[in-house]
């Protein structure tokens, strides 16, 4: 069975302040996808990165990056020096399969950040 | 523009009646999928499509049905069987290349709001 768990429901944070949104994945499949969604208060879900499984490398874009551990199943998320702007409620997704992979997304729970001014 | 439209934003739906989301892409995307949101959890799916005239359940398919007639529409009904609509629905769609192994990025709409009334 796939899974996926982010076990911070909420997080509080002054602006400026690095914060880390964790999230840990389960799958047997050798082949899958690593997805962050934000979603802000207006309710779209506004796509931020995939990784595969086979490219272990940690991303970095602006204040966003990205560390990916196979060892530990972890996707964690970091947004460097943290602005207002980054209020909302961060999810990530597991997809699975090689060829099979039929794009569906299996979601954690969600993590509700809050930035103050 | 290219995008996800759905609509209407929001709807009330009165016990025992039919209702339908709409779900419109310009993005020439194959794949299309319909989650359901609930206040402070995760995205859960629904139904999808990879191509026209065809859909398979995902994971909450009881009490909905759907229609792809249309590469760009798939439209969601929630008819008098579903117990408990009130939720937040999320369309989303993706380029399908079957059997390439590729993990599809998934782009959402906008979100429609149903409320029971």
């Known amino acids: 069975a796939q899974k996926v768990t982010q076990a911070q429901t909420e997080i509080s944070v002054v602006e400026k302040e690095d914060v880390t949104l964790d999230c840990v994945y389960e799958?047997?499949?050798?082949?899958?996808?690593l997805f962050w969604y934000k979603q802000p208060p207006s309710g779209e879900l506004v796509f931020l990165i995939r990784r595969n499984s086979f490219d272990e490398q940690n991303e970095i874009s602006g204040r966003y990056s990205w560390n990916f551990q196979k060892s530990t199943s972890s996707f964690n998320f970091t947004i460097t020096a943290s602005q207002v702007v980054d209020s909302a409620v961060y999810f990530c997704?597991?997809?699975?399969?090689?060829?099979?992979?039929?794009?569906?997304?299996?979601f954690g729970q969600g993590t509700t950040l809050q930035v103050k001014p | 523009d290219g995008g996800i439209t759905q609509s209407p934003k929001y709807l009330f739906r009165k016990e025992g009646q039919n209702v339908t989301l709409s779900c419109e892409q310009n993005?020439?995307?194959?794949?299309m999928y319909w989650y359901r949101q609930d206040p402070g959890q995760g995205l859960r799916l629904i139904y999808y499509s990879q191509i026209v005239n065809d859909f398979q359940k995902g994971d909450i398919a009881e009490g909905y049905s759907v229609s792809r007639e249309k590469k760009e529409s798939f439209p969601l009904t929630v008819t008098s069987a579903q117990k408990n609509p009130t939720a937040f629905y999320l369309c989303?769609?993706?380029?399908?290349?079957?059997?390439?192994?590729?993990?599809?990025?998934?782009?959402f709409g906008e979100g429609s709001w149903l409320t029971v009334v």
């Open positions: 799958t047997r499949d050798t082949t899958y996808y």
């Open positions: 989303a769609s993706s380029i399908s290349r079957p059997g390439t192994g590729q993990g599809n990025t998934i782009y």
């Open positions: 993005l020439n995307h194959d794949a």
């Open positions: 997704a597991l997809s699975v399969g090689g060829s099979s992979n039929t794009g569906k997304l299996i």
